[in-house]
């Protein structure tokens, strides 16, 4: 007897009401359809709300890309539209095909898409009630354009662009003014972060309610916070194209407070690795559940940017909401041991930066409605006093005060400057002096652990090694 086959096709109202729920929130949701605007060359991505008379709120997307003739976007609307197995551009974000339907489901229960291209326009809807009560797919094409469904474009007379439009966003459904605002931020703050590589080259504008966004780029590489830079690493090593790149950034506890004005929980949990496909950031936070790397205060300052492109989707594994990527088994082995090295480098310039409790604190005084000064009253500050009046050289006391008004509060908050050779000359021969007498061997020890050395706990460690040779 012959083994039969039968077609058992599943019931639209039932499975498309599962694809809907497979975890997207607001922020996630629209950094999917941000993609599709990217991949489709977009130099410009507005991203509009507002309210109807009804008091719901409804959403609007629109870009300037390459736009779709009528065939395409009714491809682009059918669930599974592509094949991840299937070779991508490497700047194509996408993946599976449903991005776009998935995330737009997920948060309205209409999604209306209209695209032009060479002038020709067209508009398609999925509406979840009528799926659900027909239990058909459905889709619904407008032969006449909504009001609401009016182009940026075709004011500018530009030829092409699409526009997704989510006439109810059921996340901010009755939400009161402070939950709403509290939304309308952490999108802001998401899309930043998410895009911050594309805002920064100039690659794309997205403009959130009228205001063209900044990048949020959490290395800091030209700020302040930053203190070291490690090089690039590269797997596998000897192509000529590498798939996978790694560097690491380590940042300062107190500046990094200065310029971001991020709140110590903040900082904690966005220490560890950053991992990025074709410039977008799809995770970050966390040791990719390495064994006994947890995150930890030690730990908080160092994070580390990984790279890789569409080209070696098929050994990452990427859910579809872009919010989590697994390397493949050999770039965890590979990326380990310099991890491993990094956090080790952290928790050594996390101790030296701790300021010593007890009696020893700041050597600058600043009140309220004075100008800063210098504590005299300080014991490093005494000792060093009493030393230059035993003949420590003239350059030596120079050169360290000037350092320490270089590095005043005032001027820190300004700009975080690199220590000049003859500064850290002037630092490593002024703890070299004190620790000559025995009696201030520890002191000379914690004057390093005080504002404003324990800025620099790279350069500090360095002097540290080199005076106890």
Not at 183 to 206: A, K, P, Q, V, Y
């Amino acid at each position: 007897m012959e083994d039969k086959t039968f077609e058992t096709p599943p019931s639209p109202s039932n499975l498309i009401t599962s694809l809907c729920s497979i975890g997207y929130d607001l922020n996630s949701a629209v950094a999917d359809i941000l993609d599709n605007s990217i991949a489709a060359g977009a130099k410009n991505i507005y991203v509009d709300f507002a309210l109807h008379e009804s008091k719901e709120v409804f959403l609007k997307i629109e870009d300037d890309g390459c736009g779709m003739k009528r065939l395409e976007l009714l491809r682009a609307m059918r669930f599974g539209s592509f094949d991840p197995r299937q070779t991508r551009k490497i700047s194509d974000l996408g993946q599976f095909g449903l991005g776009l339907k998935t995330a737009s489901l997920s948060q309205s229960d209409r999604l209306v898409v209209r695209s032009k291209s060479d002038q020709e326009a067209s508009c398609f809807e999925w509406n979840l009630d009528l799926v659900r009560k027909k239990d058909r797919w459905e889709l619904i094409e407008h032969s006449n354009c909504l009001p609401e469904m009016r182009f940026r474009s075709e004011e500018q007379s530009l030829k092409s662009g699409t526009l997704v439009y989510w006439p109810e966003v059921k996340a901010l459904r009755g939400k009161d003014k402070e939950s709403f605002n509290a939304s309308f931020m952490s999108l802001r703050r998401h899309l930043r972060l998410i895009f911050h590589r594309f805002l920064e080259d100039g690659d794309t504008n997205i403009w959130f309610q009228g205001q063209r966004l900044e990048s949020l780029n959490p290395f800091n590489p030209d700020s302040m916070a930053l203190i070291r830079r490690s090089p690039k690493i590269a797997w596998p090593p000897m192509p000529e194209q590498p798939k996978v790149t790694a560097e690491t950034f380590l940042l300062s506890p107190e500046m990094l407070k200065v310029d971001s004005s991020l709140t110590e929980e903040e900082i904690y949990n966005m220490q560890g690795v950053y991992i990025y496909r074709s410039k977008r950031l799809i995770s970050y936070g966390g040791w990719l559940g390495l064994k006994n790397m947890p995150k930890s205060k030690e730990t908080s300052l160092i994070r580390t940017k990984i790279d890789f492109t569409g080209e070696v989707d098929g050994g990452w594994r990427l859910d579809i909401r872009k919010k989590n990527a697994i390397p493949p088994i050999e770039v965890k082995k590979w990326i380990e041991p310099y991890l491993r090295a990094a956090r080790e480098e952290a928790e050594e310039l996390y101790d030296i930066s701790r300021s010593v409790s007890g009696k020893t604190s700041g050597i600058w005084l600043k009140q309220r409605g004075k100008a800063e000064s210098l504590d005299f009253s300080q014991p490093f500050l005494i000792i060093f006093m009493e030393l230059c009046s035993k003949g420590v050289s003239k350059e030596v006391t120079e050169g360290f005060l000037d350092l320490i008004a270089r590095c005043s509060p005032s001027n820190l908050k300004r700009a975080r400057k690199e220590l000049s050779e003859n500064e850290l000359l002037a630092l490593h021969s002024a703890v070299g002096e004190i620790k000559k007498e025995e009696r201030f061997q520890e002191e000379a020890v914690n004057i390093l652990k005080l504002p404003p050395f324990n800025l620099y706990p790279y350069e500090v460690k360095q002097i540290l090694k080199e005076i106890e040779k």
